[in-house]
């Protein structure tokens, strides 16, 4: 999360449910917030459709692939029931009592009585209703402290709005700019002119990129085909019936701006300025990856900006950074902590060096040829093949179920412990003197490590004055504050980390399924789903942590060389660590590999 100015907020105090909001919202659109904390993959709506498709598809097979198909979409069912429990407002838009109707064993209904019951749910969770009743909740408790209400808009506004379309650059950038800019906030019912910013309709867009002469080489018609012209021998582009030609001051800024002098216009259909760049740039990469198949060494780079016109609405032109490479959406190190991680565990792991270092080697290689690429089903299939490369297979070939059985424990073992040190990583980016002054009143040993000082001033009954003192300090970052009491209250309660880990594992579990399902589909009909992109950041987030926990663990201690030694410790001290939560055997939850005395203790080298 980001603490952003509210110097243009009035009445603060009627405000802070409000002001929560827009802070949570901000966060959930943000590329680099902790995967736990992002907007959901798919929306409700989206859950009922994935499911309708697979019982359709499951009609038409054999009983074994039926089965198979009915199994993934009793899976997201289950999904679906998790999401609207407790969901008041999507009651509110049902005249049908959804529990009931979907209160049934989809692997055993009649499918086509099960195809019926989707089909009722699916039109009885309208958007358009669903969205206002969403923004009706907000106006209603802008003035309260109900924030876990209030977050539940949030998720469920920002996954139906990403649904429809609206990518998650746009809700963020709009964010920013509406509540954090230099517009004026002063009434709860502003929320409805932000909404008209980011409600889903499709425009038709003109997206001026610069590209690489390759580019000018090609046949007009090879462009003409997809939607793209280029500048003619004037420098302008060809004008369409009903089209004003594109202001060529900003055309010849663009050309300045970069050493490509070709510039190309491609015409799309999008719901923002973001998506149209993307789905522009895809244009291009279809086109390159064409003209890869009869010259293997071309490329085609293009600006690191575009020129963005919604054509159909007044002609309004915006300057857009080129997307990004989704796999960079993680959290990093720096350059210097980078080094210094890679020469410690050049040192001493032993999975690159055991009976599994082509393995590691591969995975290693197959990972930094997913970052070489921008397209999202690439990577969802490189990903996957690094996560099933990376779990011990019986022969050949690998179950779904058993990848994700085993990359399970990994996950969990680790993940109260991530979202303390996401927190911490939050408050000092915020502000680190507030924390120093904390621990300061808290008065914990300076010898121990940040970590260790900052989990004693959440859980210790005796720190609850400089907890007390940074939560004043947050003044009115309501977000942080409403983090630092939710994580506080999760590690003082080791039975309620145990809910919340079989709950997150839950989650993890359906995730890992929908990744598997995009990669056949992928590979299987030629085509990833919608938002395989947001997929892309899950798949990347799940294999980088399960691959450091394996590293970690080869390097804490040499015997376990191979990733099937790591999995069977993940799988015996996850179900160890449960155990020691629910009958309250630890301090807290917030789980790490002990430190190991090695031979400096006994010879001092």
Not at 406 to 422: C, D, F, S, T
Not at 460 to 488: Q, T
Not at 509 to 516: A, T, V
């Amino acid at each position: 999360m980001k603490y952003r100015k509210i110097a243009n907020w009035t009445n603060i105090d009627e405000m802070r449910g409000l002001l929560f909001f827009a802070q949570r919202l901000d966060e959930l659109s943000y590329p680099y917030s902790l995967d736990s904390y992002k907007s959901a993959t798919i929306s409700l709506r989206g859950l009922v459709f994935e499911a309708m498709e697979l019982v359709e598809e499951a009609q038409g097979l054999d009983d074994d692939k039926k089965n198979a198909a009915l199994s993934k979409a009793a899976k997201i069912l289950d999904e679906l029931k998790f999401r609207i429990s407790g969901n008041q407002i999507l009651r509110r838009c049902s005249t049908i009592d959804l529990d009931a109707l979907l209160n049934f064993d989809s692997k055993e209904h009649n499918t086509t009585d099960t195809l019926r019951r989707l089909t009722v749910t699916f039109s009885e969770i309208g958007d358009e209703h669903y969205i206002s009743e969403l923004v009706e909740e907000v106006i209603k408790l802008a003035a309260t402290n109900s924030k876990d209400q209030i977050d539940l808009c949030a998720r469920e506004l920002c996954s139906t709005l990403q649904l429809r379309g609206i990518s998650r650059d746009h809700i963020n950038s709009t964010v920013c700019d509406f509540f954090f800019g230099t517009r004026q906030i002063d009434d709860a019912l502003c929320i409805k002119d932000f909404c008209r910013l980011v409600y889903p309709h499709h425009h038709q867009f003109r997206v001026v990129l610069g590209v690489d002469s390759n580019i000018a080489a090609l046949d007009p018609t090879i462009l003409q085909r997809r939607g793209i012209d280029r500048t003619g021998e004037d420098g302008l582009f060809p004008v369409m019936p009903d089209e004003e030609p594109f202001n060529n001051e900003l055309l010849e800024k663009l050309r300045s701006d970069t050493d490509l002098d070709t510039l190309i216009l491609a015409r799309v259909q999008a719901a923002d300025y973001e998506s149209a760049v993307m789905r522009a740039k895809m244009k291009i990469e279809e086109v390159e990856n064409l003209f890869k198949l009869f010259n293997h060494k071309a490329s085609f780079p293009i600006t690191s900006y575009a020129l963005v016109e919604q054509a159909c609405c007044g002609g309004i032109v915006k300057s857009i950074d080129a997307p990004r490479n989704q796999m960079h959406y993680i959290r990093d190190m720096r350059q210097t902590k980078a080094s210094s991680v890679l020469k410690r565990f050049d040192d001493s792991i032993s999975l690159d060096t055991g009976a599994d270092s082509s393995r590691f080697n591969n995975i290693v290689n197959i990972h930094g040829m997913s970052l070489s690429s921008d397209n999202p089903d690439v990577q969802i299939v490189n990903l996957w093949t690094c996560l099933e490369t990376m779990t011990p297979s019986e022969g050949y070939s690998t179950n779904i179920s058993k990848v994700v059985d085993r990359v399970i424990p990994p996950l969990m073992l680790g993940y109260i412990n991530r979202l303390v040190v996401n927190l911490l990583f939050d408050i000092i980016r915020w502000d680190r003197n507030s924390l120093k002054s904390s621990l300061r009143i808290a008065g914990i040993d300076k010898r121990l490590d940040l970590r260790t000082r900052f989990i004693i001033l959440l859980v210790d009954k005796a720190s609850e004055p400089a907890l007390l003192n940074l939560l004043d300090r947050c003044r009115d970052f309501e977000l942080l504050k409403h983090r630092i009491k939710e994580i506080a209250e999760l590690l003082r309660s080791t039975k309620k980390s145990a809910r919340k880990i079989r709950a997150h594992e839950e989650m993890v579990r359906w995730q890992l399924h929908r990744i598997y399902r995009a990669r056949n589909r992928i590979v299987h009909a030629g085509s990833g789903p919608e938002y395989g992109r947001y997929l892309v950041e899950n798949a990347h987030d799940f294999f980088d942590s399960v691959l450091m926990f394996c590293m970690e663990l080869s390097s804490w201690k040499s015997g376990f060389s191979t990733f099937s030694s790591c999995f069977a410790y993940a799988e015996h001290r996850y179900r160890q660590y449960l155990v020691e939560l629910d009958e309250e055997q630890v301090t807290h939850a917030a789980w790490t590999l002990p430190k190991m005395k090695g031979r400096q203790y006994i010879l001092g080298y």
